[in-house]
């Protein structure tokens, strides 16, 4: 509130003020300090700093904050030990309290039990009494008998009830006053408590007084650093804000373009089916009726012939023949009208989704355009990130060189002032760089060079997970050996003749069997489009996994288990790698994983180009451990020293100050006993003070 509070004050010193003698420009300045109350307690309530509102007018000095600070912080301290202190007795009374209705409660129950035994006691009491009356009236011995055990029953049983009521009594009493020894421990506990806590307040307001005058110090050492540091923090939280909303934006528009392309899809297919399906139904229509009138064209070619070889036969049936053509002739008719219904039915479906494959057509347009323009926008801000990023590194490699330089200025000045030893500057290699760091890529090998490597015996091993694909790579990856690669590629070269030419063929013929093999190797390669190393060791580990998935599936039938037999017809040297009949296959599918891998950085060519940052930790911890933990120890030991020495210092001077205190009330004792001793008053006593410290000191 005390950031509130100067904004009001500097807004009344600057506008209209209270004290002025013009009615309006008071109520202005009552309305200014109401909208300024307002505006307060709504920046209180989303959680902004009060004292936000005059950082644009006017920036407090950091040195009166801290000591308001500690005022505040002395007075709390201050506050909150004798609220330490008071909650003793504060803790007492509610004990107190606490005891008194227990008390009360209890001895409401014991007046309601001595109520009730006193009610229960008469009626018994009367009841014997009433006995003892009756039992005058019997004559027989057994019966009275009986009556007298029967009276003296209860009457033990009253005199039991009495005596169980006086030892609740007497417990309850001896519970009493274990319990005042209890309290009386308590208090002194509590007076012990009191105590202690006093001392420890004081205790502890003199360290705080003394860490406060020091924080101060402290604080206007550091106030022009932290003014310099200022602009930077709030220009760092500008870019990293703005960094957000971009990639938030970025990402909100990249799911709606993956939306809509996933609808788009959808809607694609769905109009393809339902495009297929009412095609497949027409043209069966279609096939239908030209069936039809096939058969009706046979039909009337056969009775015309019919009626042409009978002619001279029939001529009396003439009238009968005319009304059966007659009627071939509409039904001909009819079906041919049918016919032309279903193809102009058909050329308006056709027209239809021919239209509807327009609008489609120009949508995908539209969306390819759209999906450019984003492309253009991520390389823009993909530049302008590694700008951004670029000018951060620099930012804080400056800083960072400049806390080294100090942390090592700082250790050769403990090293030759404190400790007189000599002092060796450490090896700065970092110092040099200027900007990120730059990884260059590894080199590859061609596919051609590692298969001649590899056929010849010259090649070595490597890890079977790739450096493109270490991230997809198994836990549990084993070397590839020489062999297991050769073995692979002639394997290869065995069963891929299809994708060699006959000429070439005709032409390694009476080549050696190496010389061979590379050159059918190189072309399976182009075929294949294999072009570097990691391609054919990607192929090698592919084939080795379809192996063994090959071996964990069970086999189908028995027809596959006979197939698999097959092996004499093959080289059996890699039938323990892959089997030469699934070679077609896992060529197949390794293509295809090939050719999904490859599209991958053409779908991700418009986004920000990856950096390697793999040496930057590095970097950055060579900067942080400049000192190494041998000096940090030492630097710690030399503080432990120095702070022993300042407690012996401090103590040095706490007996100094009680030695002054000595000296000056022993001079005011002697200056006091030497005018007891002078004074007038002496010579009027028979005994005088004099001749009494004369004897004592006899």
């Known amino acids: 509130m005390s ?32 909208a300024a109350r307002i505006e307060a307690k709504r920046r209180e309530a989303l959680g902004e700093d009060p004292g936000a509102i005059m ?36 803790a007492a009374d509610g004990r107190e309290r606490h005891r008194r209705a227990e008390e009360e409660e209890l001895r409401r129950l014991r007046v309601e039990t001595i109520d009730n035994e006193a009610r229960s006691s008469s009626e018994k009491f009367d009841e014997i009494t009433k006995k003892w009356l009756l039992s005058g009236e019997r004559r027989i011995p057994q019966e009275l008998w009986s009556v007298l055990n029967t009276q003296q029953q209860q009457c033990g049983q009253l005199i039991e009830d009495k005596n169980h009521l006086i030892g609740a009594l007497q417990q309850e009493l001896k519970r009493k006053d274990d319990q005042y020894v209890k309290d009386l421990k308590k208090q002194s506990e509590d007076i012990n408590l009191l105590i202690e806590r006093m001392e420890e307040q004081v205790r502890s307001l003199s360290k705080t007084y003394r860490q406060e005058l020091l924080q101060i110090e402290k604080t ?19 870019v990293q804000r703005r960094r957000d909303m971009e990639l938030e934006s970025l990402m909100n528009r990249m799911r709606r373009v993956e939306e809509y392309e996933q609808q788009l899809n959808q809607l694609r297919v769905q109009d393809g089916e339902e495009y297929n399906i009412i095609k497949i139904k027409l043209e069966t229509d279609v096939q239908i009726l030209q069936q039809q009138l096939q058969q009706m064209k046979a039909t009337y070619q056969l009775n015309q012939e019919k009626l042409e070889y009978n002619y001279q ?51 995908l347009k539209r969306i390819a355009e759209q999906y450019k323009e984003l492309q253009k926008k991520l390389r823009h801000f993909a530049a302008v990130d590694a700008k951004k990023f670029h000018d951060i590194w620099v930012m804080n490699e400056e800083e960072m060189k400049q806390l080294v330089q100090k942390a090592l200025e700082v250790d050769r000045i403990i090293h030759e002032q404190q400790l007189g030893l000599p002092w060796k500057a450490p090896d700065l290699w970092f110092m040099d760089n200027i900007g ?77 069997k190496d010389e061979r093999s590379l050159i059918q190797l190189d072309a399976i390669f182009g075929a294949l489009h294999i072009e570097v ?58 293509t295809m994983e090939l050719h999904h891998h490859r599209e991958k950085p053409h779908l991700r060519q418009s986004g920000p180009e990856e950096r390697d940052s793999s040496e930057d930790a590095t970097y950055w911890k060579a900067a942080a451990q400049v000192i190494p933990q041998s000096r940090l120890t030492v630097w710690e030991a030399l503080e432990s020293a120095m702070e022993k020495y300042y407690d012996v210092l401090t103590g040095r001077s706490q007996l100094i100050t009680e030695t002054l205190s000595l000296r000056q009330q022993n001079t ?28 004592d000191t006899a």
């Not at 509070?5 to 003020?17: F, H, Q, V």
């Not at 023949?321 to 193809?343: A, E, F």
């Open 220 to 238: 206007f050492e550091q106030e022009r650093r932290e003014l310099l540091n200022k602009d930077q923090k709030k220009w760092e939280q500008s």
């Open 533 to 590: 190393e990691d391609d054919v060791y990607r192929l090698v580990e592919f084939f080795l996994k379809h192996k063994q998935q090959q071996q964990e599936r069970p086999p189908q039938d028995e027809e596959e288990s006979e197939g698999s037999d097959d092996a004499h017809l093959h080289p059996p040297h890699s039938t323990d790698l892959i089997h030469p009949n699934d070679v077609l296959g896992a060529l197949r599918a390794f």
């Open 668 to 695: 005011e004792l002697r200056m006091m006993l030497h005018q007891y001793l002078n004074s007038q008053i002496n010579a009027e006593l028979e005994i005088p003070p004099t001749r009494t410290l004369q004897v």
């Open 313 to 363: 036969v029939l001529k009396k049936r003439d009238e009968e023949n005319t009304i059966t053509k007659s009627q071939q002739k509409r039904k001909i008719t009819r079906l041919q009208d049918v016919l032309n219904n279903l193809k102009i039915k058909l050329e308006k479906q056709i027209k239809q989704y021919r239209e509807e494959n327009q609008a489609l057509s120009d949508d």
């Open 3 to 34: 950031g509130v509070s100067a904004a009001m004050e500097g807004e009344e010193t600057s506008g209209p003020s209270l004290d002025s003698e013009d009615q309006q420009e008071r109520i202005r300045a009552r309305r200014q300090r109401i």
């Open 55 to 90: 950082e644009r007018k006017e920036t407090p000095r950091r040195s009166y904050k801290q000591m308001d600070d500690s005022r505040q912080r002395l007075n709390k301290l201050v506050d909150d030990g004798t609220q330490l202190v008071t909650n003793i007795q504060v």
């Open 436 to 512: 990120p760091l730059v990884v260059k890529p590894k080199e590859q090998k061609s596919a051609g060079a590692l298969a001649q490597e590899v056929i010849r015996g010259s090649g070595g091993s490597r890890n079977m997970a790739t450096p493109d694909d270490q991230e997809h790579s198994d836990p549990s990856s084993r070397l590839l050996s020489l062999g297991t690669v050769k073995q692979i590629l002639e394997v290869l070269c065995d069963e891929s003749g299809f994708l060699i030419e006959k000429k070439l063929e005709q032409l390694l013929s009476p080549l050696e």
